[in-house]
């Protein structure tokens, strides 16, 4: 029974040391899908111009 403590606080601390924060992960991928969607919607009528 302690081996399967042991593996679960190893699995814990594999997850303390990450480089960047969840919320900052998710930050920056909210961004750079809004960036993406203002960039589709500068070429909205590009089409119909020619």
């Known amino acids: 029974?302690?081996?399967i403590a042991v593996l679960a606080a190893e699995a814990a601390s594999e997850h303390a040391n990450e480089p960047i924060a969840p919320i900052v992960l998710g930050l920056i991928a909210f961004g750079s899908l809004v960036a993406g969607l203002f960039?589709?919607?500068?070429?909205?009528n590009v089409g119909n111009r020619h």
Do not use: D, I
């Open 1 to 3: 029974m302690p081996y």
């Open 39 to 44: 960039v589709t919607y500068a070429f909205r």
